[in-house]
């Protein structure tokens, strides 16, 4: 459940991160000052703003990444937490 909860806290944190970025750069922001503020690298500034355009909200939301599948299985994971 914790494990859960944690994963929810990180995608909303990125979520709110990327529309402050958004909302600064339609403020005519320079992108140098939104990363400083926003303590990311201008690459994700930049990233966020060229899946907004072409994509609008739902580009943002957090996609499946690749990788070693899962070695627990969900089951397990649940009783570590």
């Known amino acids: 459940m914790l494990f859960s909860n944690l994963i929810i806290i990180r995608l909303l944190a990125c979520l709110l991160a990327c529309l402050l970025a958004l909302a600064h750069i339609k403020e005519d922001k320079p992108h140098i000052q939104i990363t400083k ?3 990311v690298s201008r690459t994700s500034v930049n990233k966020w703003v060229s899946v907004f355009l072409e994509e609008g909200l739902a580009g943002l939301q957090e996609k499946p990444r690749g990788g070693r ?10 009783q570590l937490y």
């Open 37 to 39: 503020y926003l303590k």
């Open 69 to 78: 599948p899962a070695f627990l299985t969900p089951k397990q994971r649940e």
